[in-house]
């Protein structure tokens, strides 16, 4: 282990992109599908570890779909929600907002309401027995049309979790133009949530525009077209609306051709407030350490240097003040222990 991978490994973390399927690892779903013992998804957490590897998107989208027909009661997603927290914890990650899809559990014939204490029980007991905050995102299956962000809507604000703070839009961007959703963020946000859409990961600087302008996004998913438009670049940095980065799954979906090309360093060139995320780390053979070693690498940086953009993450999540305060002191604690 090099010496900044072990201060990584110790730093005090927070997460803003984190997808919640996305984040369930071989030993969480050979536990779901032991639960589950008539699906077709290997029980052995080995055989489980091989099917998740990486190949190509195509791939990543057939573990996706097998890890989601898994979730077939509350309990599979307290079980999910509380694992999930786990492996957060073996990461130092103190605090995340966890992206969560309810339209695709209740679609599938788990109850709203089942739905909703399953995850605010992971919630409690995450906090309670391992010391991770989790939040919420909401999000809107955004393939599922304007019937999946009415009910997403809905769900957000009829049924609101006390762990919610935000209302999100995922799925394919190439034929779901963004301004559709508008009503539906109007809406969460008048209900006091914030607003943090995916945009340009796989279009262009435009999508990022009508994300900032349409769905008033205070922060966006990706963003990696925004290096095609200075006049973009300039605006998030005046503005100071945070990029979610996720490397590694940047590369994995093709967004960019290769780590090396990755445009973080642009980004931060340009003055944009960019956080370091893991989307769906299993799937994409990452997890939160590994993108920040990745970033370390891609922007020259130190010790303190990840210190810094681990503080940012912490700065511009939905924590309080008291949150944010303590663990941008735990940081600073970890920093100072370093040596040089
Ligand atoms: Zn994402």
């Known amino acids: 282990m090099s010496d900044l991978t072990e201060f990584i490994a110790g730093l005090p973390k927070a997460e803003l992109h984190v997808h919640h399927v996305g984040s369930a690892s071989p030993r969480i779903v050979a536990e779901l599908a032991a639960r589950h013992p008539d699906s077709p ?6 055989e489980v570890a091989a099917f998740f590897t990486f190949r190509d998107f195509a791939h990543f989208v057939e573990v996706y779909i097998a890890v989601v027909s898994l979730i077939k009661d509350a309990e599979d997603v307290r079980l999910l929600t509380y694992e999930v927290a786990r492996d957060m914890a073996r990461q130092n990650i103190r605090y995340a907002e966890l992206t969560v ?4 559990s209740v679609m599938r014939g788990i109850p709203d309401v089942a739905f ?10 995450a906090e309670r027995d391992l010391g991770v905050v989790l939040r919420w995102c909401f999000d809107i299956p955004g393939e599922l049309g304007l019937p999946a962000a009415e009910e997403t809507a809905r769900l957000a604000c009829d049924l609101r ?17 963004r301004p559709q959703f508008k009503p ?17 990961e796989t279009t262009g600087p435009q999508t990022i525009w009508d994300a900032l302008r349409e769905l008033r996004a205070e922060r966006v998913g990706h963003g990696t077209s925004a290096v095609r438009d200075p006049e973009l670049l300039a605006y998030l940095a005046e503005h100071r609306i945070p990029l979610e980065v996720c490397p590694t799954s940047n590369v994995a979906t093709r967004a960019v051709p290769s780590l090396e090309e990755h445009p973080l360093r642009q980004m931060v060139d340009a003055g944009v407030l960019v956080t370091i995320n893991s989307d769906d780390p299993p799937m994409f053979g990452t997890d939160l350490n ?19 953009l681990a503080k940012n993450a912490v700065d511009v999540s939905f924590m309080d003040a008291a949150g944010k305060a303590r663990l941008a002191a735990e940081i600073d604690a970890h920093l100072a222990t370093w040596p040089g």
């Not at 998804?41 to 080995?46: A, F, L, T």
């Not at 979790?161 to 133009?177: H, K, M, N, S, Y």
């Not at 590994?290 to 810094?308: H, I, K, M, P, S």
Request: overall charge negative.
């Open 184 to 200: 539906y963020f109007d809406r969460a946000i008048a209900e006091g949530l914030h607003s943090v859409p995916h945009a340009g």
């Open 161 to 177: 979790p006390d762990g919610l703070v935000a209302f999100g839009l995922g799925g394919p961007e190439i034929g779901w133009p």
């Open 101 to 104: 899809t309810p339209h695709t």
């Open 41 to 46: 998804v290997p029980k052995d957490p080995e």
């Open 290 to 308: 590994t993108e920040y070693g990745v970033a370390a690498r891609l922007l020259g940086l130190d010790a303190a240097g990840v210190a810094a």
């Open 116 to 125: 909703m204490e399953a995850i605010e029980d992971a919630r409690t007991g």
